[in-house]
């Protein structure tokens, strides 16, 4: 019996296409993203194989969100099919028995969803095939198969998925019968997987998030965070550890509600009342005899009014589909998940501004309106069909272009209606939340510039498309094609034009600062552009459309006459010259005026400039002493004049002869060299060649007068520049002058690529070295083309803005009105300046001789005290602790949110809007990320501009190591119990050991650091402190500031071995091994707890024992692992809360045995023990560190 | 009087089957009737005057007016019916009347729900006006059929096979509404129940192989076999023989047997019997000279 209902489902099922489109569309998404690198699924692949066992998990685990789509369809099906049939009372008569039926049918469902779910392995194993044949992918960035891959996924994760997902629909539709309510049931999961994404942006929630994700993505990617390359191409998942309790947890809700279900299920069904009354309508004799019929008038033109109520027929249909309902309810809870989780940095969410919840609702509702466009465009457009009313309404008198165009209203009106409906409910978030600050006409202008276009589009298109494929299957599969398999084939054909992927446009970005833009004119052409060809696609589909019985493409074509009127032709014709007219314009715009290259042609030309220049790579070229700038900026316009005179001198010992310039082309340059003469220009590469004659002898000076001019024309494919905008322009010296010299950034960097073009592998940093000889004339920042120098500036701007560069603001007049501002640098610096103009408030503080000022939008003032306090806390204690400063003003500008980040230039930070300005800090007393990041802009007046490291290995660990460390030793002078810091450093150890784990070339020891980010912030930090912590704080400044006093302004630059130089002497013999173990490789601990144990001794204190088990483990650069030897020095401790957050008892013992006891006497009751309590070392597992204390 | 004129209408498919095969005829006011075996072509003739599937040669005229070229100007006139008669989910009987109402052309809003009303009493679904179509029964859902296809007064009614699937009280009941529309309206039936036709028209065609095979008054056909048909109860072993014998155009059980219908000049012999033909005898008639 089981059987019969087992297979009988299955044939069913493998008779209907659903099971064999779900499939494609999986085997589709995973090849694409297997064999290219623009498609991708959950992240980008980096160093590892692409068919790594950690790949292929990610996907598997992705897709099973898109399964639960299958599981909905095939276990709600299955539960209500004999429902709808109306074939259970039937089947219901005959002897059956209920396991069979009931498990029969479910299990079948559940084969048949994990069945398109395999997509994931024919799609990653055909790529692996097919990519190296095809020249996608070289043949080595695949790897070994494992047969546990594709087992342990599909038993740990594909089919307890489908399990869970499908016990919820399953039983809800045996005791609903209605598919609504399986679909709410289905959501659940969604949900459970949003809150635990939610819940994943701050580490703290990590473990919970682990067991909330109902499909256990998130626990795995929270089990493999720290999975270096080795271990992401071998290691499969495996039941264990927060899998398995996930697993458990979920697998054994879903078996219990399945069991419910069983139980309560039964053969008897109970009779609807209504049916019943049908029943007994049917005999009913007419009786009543109707009155003569009612005078009527016929009208016969009421186009409107067939418009009207064809449309009124529409959305009243769609409004109570169940479809409908359910996509908008998940949209709605999407953006209720994202709006009350969603943390930016250090558990840290910024005020409800107008443009994140703008953000918010644009990201929840876009997936949603396009799938129910898609859905809703077939189920339109076919409906008269579908339902056989088609006859009947084909046959009266209205317009046949009228349903046509109601439709696409009626599809169109539903993206608004959903759209309102959020944007209500982040305006209830905002006011919740005690924001008052409502921006309406914000929420109205992004509607009107970002989504109307896409969603007009959109639905003109879909609908256009229906009517023209006339089959409604085939109609979806082609709409889906058009919105994601067009935007591949493009990329395979190297196309890339915003005019050709439906709906595109240039990226624009709301900014408090300087509103939308600065994208805008290309946005409104482009969307104009998509708006006239949906509506000229959508006309002239009305053409063809079929109206009376189902007709061939050429019936339809040879009834184009009698669906036209004179009319309909002439507002087609004129939506078509408009369209070709706009297109004419766009493609002006986007391909002669601002023109730009293919992905493929920008390799090209990376490949032969590489060719060509880099043997030019040892050119001697003169060093700039002294620069003075005349900017003028014009926001408006966004144009920028720049008129430099750099004075150059010849510090080579041989005379200069030539001289190679990189040119941007978006500027326009001239030049003008004392004796140079051009000898040629590649406009490709945008390089100049100059001889100059009479040459330069060593130890000449000339003045380099240099005019470069930006101006924006018209607009362009991919948006217009960020640094020159209307209210927010941040330009740096490196991108209002050209390059000189061969420009090593711009060879083509990824490893896998050059193999691939038959580059040699490109050069790295210049190693390390004791005699680092002529590599020390250069720092990693100037690259010798200057060192420490004086700059003056007049820097003008419109007469409403502030302008600023670095130094003393010397002058500040108008003119021609327009607002002049002259700076000059009080001490010769970096040859690295910002030049910035908008519309400030400024707020000063006087600090010793120093102006401390912060520039900001006059709507972001809520932090600006903090930011005074962090500035003058940072002058305090770097002036104590490692010497003067040297400018005599430290400023904080804010810039538009562009990007996220701040930067140090001399004297002067800019500083990103999103970035702290509007960060609600106003219940946090530990995490700040004001204090952190502008302790670390602080620091690098200090560290990068005082002392920069030679252009070689190791270099940035005295530039952003020290920052890093330098801000972490502000925020503990303010810390109030030394467990506050445990909090700030584990971001930091996160970022190391999530950083090495994303590794793409190799990780280098700290000391030889090559600019990688997680080393130099992430391990640098914790290193740093750690060793403050072993050697004392006292130690590592002193060290610091006779490391500084030795190099500042100096030169030949510093490598990392003289820091070590300074430092060792100052560290006990007993801690020696450090350096080797923390600086000079790659050291990690894993340390843990095994037992705690606690007696209350006789005289009312308490004794701990416990057993602790320790290893060291050295890796190497691709994440190898050995355990050596232990003679450690390591903190073990007690706390009298569960909490940790009181630490009673701490001391440092000797560790030279893997397993080792100890016992601690300690005052108060202790609840836990711990090893390395503070958590300062390096130890990828740190929960299992502490333990509580059990009596005995 | 109004005349719908069909002139040498041809349509075939793209599998090559021939629907309407050079189909000429003239249909008056009153009923007609379009008989026919399944396949014949009945609905694509219907569908072609109603203005849903194009021709590929012929013309059509009402009256003065050329069908094909004013679809608009003919849908004006026309009430049509289909043959499967669907609704739109999730929308009750009166907005759907009203939205075909507004469609065919009765835009105050007033006259629209007054004739709606008045429709829904005369098909008696009044009571059921506020319920969803789509739980409607197969009577019920032909009733709201014939209640759309009235509105707007047409001239032309155009039902295709409406009783199918009715029980024998519905189908009555459907006749008496069709029966009470105006003398001066054409309408057309299309159905392969012999009695409706002898029951209810005054004109008639027999269509097979989308021929036009027989086109008259019914009883011109009867009359034309008058004296002509036999009827003999024979047992089951001896029908193929008299099928090579005779002209059997009909046979058919009774009680069991098989009693033969046989066309001849004369009795073919003592043991049949010589009986008044009925229309369904014309039926059998034309549909066998056709398929030979």
């Known amino acids: ?1192 | 009087m109004r005349q719908l004129v069909l002139k040498n209408l041809s349509k075939t498919y793209p599998n090559n089957v021939k629907a309407l095969d050079d189909v000429s005829i003239e249909i008056k006011s009153g009923m007609f009737g379009l008989l026919g075996p399944n396949g014949a072509g009945k609905s694509s003739l219907m569908r072609t005057i109603a203005t849903l599937q194009e021709a590929d040669s012929g013309s059509i005229f009402f009256d003065d007016l050329n069908v094909l070229d004013n679809t608009k100007e003919f849908r004006q006139n026309l009430g049509y019916l289909p043959q499967e008669f669907g609704v739109y989910p999730r929308i009750t009987a009166e907005q759907l009347l009203d939205h075909i109402a507004t469609l065919k052309g009765i835009s105050i809003k007033n006259e629209r729900k007054e004739l709606v009303e008045y429709l829904l009493q005369k098909v008696n679904l009044y009571d059921k006006k506020n319920k969803n179509v789509k739980g409607f029964s197969g009577g019920m859902k032909q009733r709201i059929g014939i209640a759309q296809s009235l509105i707007g007064d047409p001239k032309v009614l155009i039902v295709d096979e409406p009783t199918a699937g009715l029980d024998p009280g519905e189908r009555n009941r459907f006749y008496d509404l069709l029966s009470d529309v105006g003398e001066d309206v054409i309408v057309i039936l299309s159905t392969h129940i012999v009695d409706d036709v002898r029951e209810l028209c005054t004109q008639m065609a027999i269509m097979n192989f989308g021929q036009i095979v027989f086109s008259g008054a019914p009883d011109d056909g009867i009359n034309s076999l008058k004296g002509r048909v036999f009827e003999k109860q024979i047992s089951k072993s001896e029908l193929d023989s008299y099928k090579e014998s005779h002209q059997v155009i009909s046979n058919k059980l009774i009680a069991g047997k098989p009693v033969i219908h046989v066309l001849n000049d004369k009795i073919p012999d003592k043991s049949f019997k010589k009986i008044e033909p009925s229309l369904e005898d014309v039926f059998f008639t034309n549909i066998q000279k056709n398929n030979q």
């Open chain 1, 1 to 1192: 019996m089981f059987k019969n209902f087992f297979l009988s489902e299955l044939r069913y099922s493998f008779r209907q296409p659903m099971l064999y489109l779900f499939f494609l569309i999986v085997f589709l998404l995973v090849f694409a993203a297997n064999v290219t690198d623009n498609v991708s699924i959950g992240g980008a692949i980096g160093n590892v194989f692409r068919n790594a066992p950690n790949i292929i998990t990610i996907y598997s685990l992705i897709m099973t969100i898109f399964g639960l789509l299958f599981a909905t369809a095939f276990f709600n099906n299955s539960a209500l099919r004999d429902h709808k049939n109306n074939f259970q009372e039937i089947l219901f008569s005959k002897p059956i028995d209920k396991f069979g039926y009931f498990m029969g049918k479910f299990l079948a469902s559940l084969f048949l969803s994990t069945v398109p779910l395999t997509g994931v392995f024919f799609g990653i194993i055909l790529g692996s095939k097919v990519a190296p044949l095809m020249g996608w992918i070289e043949a080595d960035r695949f790897g070994p198969f494992f047969i546990e891959t594709f087992i342990n996924n599909y038993f740990i994760f594909i089919l307890p998925n489908m399990f869970i997902g499908g016990a919820i629909i399953y039983s809800l539709a045996q005791e609903y019968k209605n598919t609504m309510i399986s679909f709410v049931g289905a959501m659940l999961i969604i949900v459970g997987y949003s809150i635990a994404g939610e819940l994943v942006s701050d580490i703290d929630n990590e473990k919970i998030a682990s067991l909330v994700d109902t499909f256990g993505i998130r626990t795995y990617s929270i089990t493999s965070k720290y999975y270096t390359p080795l271990e992401k191409n071998t290691l499969n998942p495996s039941l264990s550890g927060l899998i398995l309790y996930n697993r458990l947890l979920w697998v054994g809700f879903a078996a219990i509600i399945l069991f419910a279900s069983y139980t309560r299920f039964s053969f008897t069904t109970k009779k609807s009342k209504k049916s019943k009354k049908n029943k007994s309508d049917l005999n009913k004799v007419i009786l009543s005899v109707p009155k003569k019929a009612p005078k009527v008038q016929v009208f016969k033109n009421s186009a409107l009014l067939h418009f009207k109520s064809f449309f009124k027929l529409n959305m009243n249909s769609i409004y109570k589909h169940v479809t409908f309902k359910i996509l908008f309810v998940f949209s709605i809870i999407q953006l209720i998940a994202g709006l009350a989780t969603g943390f930016e940095y250090f558990g840290l969410k910024s005020y409800p501004l107008t443009y994140f919840m703008v953000d918010q609702v644009n990201g929840s509702s876009s997936l949603f309106i396009l799938i129910i466009l898609v859905f809703f465009s077939g189920e339109l457009v076919w409906r008269d069909r579908d339902v056989q009313v088609n006859e009947v309404i084909d046959s009266t008198p209205h317009s046949t272009l009228i349903p046509l165009f109601s439709k696409t209203l009626s599809l169109f009106s539903l993206s608004v209606v959903i759209h309102l409906v959020l944007i209500l409910i982040a305006i209830i978030y905002q006011l919740i939340s005690g924001f008052t600050q409502i921006e309406f006409s914000l929420y109205v202008k992004d509607y009107i510039y970002n989504m109307f276009p896409i969603y007009f589009t959109m639905c003109a298109a879909l609908v256009a498309i229906q009517v023209i494929v006339n089959n409604k299957y085939i109609g979806y599969m082609v709409s889906v094609i058009v919105l994601l398999g067009f935007d591949i084939i493009l990329l395979i054909l190297d196309v890339n034009s915003n005019m050709l992927s439906l709906g595109s446009t240039p990226y624009m970005i709301y900014s408090d600062l300087n509103g939308f833009g600065p994208s805008n004119t290309g946005v409104f052409w482009f969307s104009l552009y998509w708006i006239l060809f949906s509506l000229l696609l959508l006309s002239l589909s009305g053409l063809i459309w079929n109206r009376g019985v189902k007709k061939s493409f050429k019936e339809r074509l040879n009834s184009i006459n009698s669906n036209t009127s004179k009319t309909y032709s002439i507002i087609v014709s004129s939506i078509g010259v408009l369209f070709i007219l706009t297109a004419s314009f766009v493609y002006y715009n986007t391909q002669i005026l601002n023109s730009y290259k293919s992905s493929d042609r920008y390799e090209e030309l990376a490949v032969s400039y590489e060719k060509y220049y880099k043997k030019y790579k040892n050119l001697p070229f003169p060093k700039i002493i002294e620069a003075k700038y005349n900017i003028d900026i014009f926001p408006k316009k966004k144009m920028a004049d720049v008129l430099a005179y750099l004075t150059l001198t010849n510090n080579k010992e041989k005379p200069i002869d030539s001289i190679l310039l990189n040119v941007n082309k978006q500027w326009d340059l001239s030049f003008e060299f004392p004796n140079a003469t051009i000898i040629s220009k590649n406009e490709d590469h945008g390089v100049h060649f100059y001889r100059i004659d009479p040459p330069m002898l060593p130890g000449d000076t000339l003045i380099l007068e240099i005019k470069n001019k930006y101006e924006t024309k018209g607009f362009s494919n991919g948006g217009e520049t960020t640094s020159i905008v209307k209210n927010g322009s941040f330009l740096n010296n490196f991108e209002i002058l050209p390059n000189i010299g061969y420009d090593s950034s711009k060879e083509i960097g990824d490893k896998n690529k050059r193999k691939k073009l038959g580059l040699p592998p490109k050069e790295r940093m210049p190693k390390l070295e004791v005699d680092c000889g002529v590599n020390c004339d250069k720092n990693y920042l100037t690259q010798g083309f200057s060192d420490y120098i004086n700059v003056e500036s007049i820097i003008s701007t419109s007469i409403e803005q502030t302008a600023i560069a670095p130094g003393s603001l010397i002058r500040k007049w108008e003119e021609n009105n327009r607002a002049y501002f002259e700076y000059r640098l009080d001490h010769p610096s970096q040859n690295f300046y910002s030049f910035i103009s908008a519309e400030y408030e400024i707020a000063k503080r006087e600090w010793n001789d120093v102006d401390i000022e912060i520039y900001y939008d006059a709507k972001h003032s809520v932090n600006i005290d903090m930011m005074l306090d962090a500035v003058e806390r940072s002058l305090n204690y770097y002036t104590e602790n490692f010497g003067p400063y040297y400018h005599k003003q430290a400023r904080v500008i804010e810039f538009p949110r562009f990007s996220t980040f701040a930067q140090a230039f001399p004297g002067t930070m800019p500083y990103s809007e999103s970035f702290g300005f509007i960060i609600d800090l106003e219940d946090e007393e530990d995490n700040n990320v004001i204090d952190a990041v502008i302790a670390h802009e602080m620091a690098h007046q200090w560290w990068a501009h005082q002392l920069v490291g030679a252009n070689m290995q190791g270099g940035t660990l005295m530039s952003e190591a020290f920052s890093e460390y330098s801000s972490l030793m502000t925020l503990k002078d303010i810390a109030k119990t030394p467990m506050k810091m445990r909090e700030f450093l584990k971001y930091d150890h996160d970022r190391y050991l999530r950083g090495r784990s994303g590794e793409l070339e190799k990780e280098l020891p700290l000391y030889k650091v090559e600019n990688q980010q997680y080393i130099h912030y992430g391990k640098g930090s914790v290193i740093l402190y750690a060793l403050q912590d072993y050697i004392g704080e006292d130690k590592v400044n002193s060290a610091m500031k006779e490391f500084l006093e030795k190099y500042r302004y100096k030169t030949p630059y510093p490598t990392s071995l003289n820091f070590l130089e300074i430092l060792e002497p100052k560290i006990p013999d007993s801690l020696n091994y450090l350096i080797d173990d923390w600086f000079k490789e790659i050291t990690l601990y894993d340390n843990r707890l095994k037992t705690a144990f606690a007696k209350k001794l006789d005289n009312g204190k308490y004794e701990v024992s416990i057993e602790i088990e320790a290893f060291k483990i050295k890796a190497d650069s691709v994440g190898n692992e050995k355990k050596v030897s232990l003679n450690e020095w390591i903190d073990i401790g007690v706390f009298s809360d569960s909490d940790e957050e009181n630490l009673i008892h701490q001391q440092r013992v000797n560790i030279n045995d893997s397993l080792m006891r100890f016992t601690m006497i300690v005052d108060s009751l202790p609840a836990k023990a711990a090893i390395d309590p503070r958590h300062i070392l390096i130890d990828r597992v740190f929960s299992d560190n502490t333990k509580p204390v059990s009596f005995n």
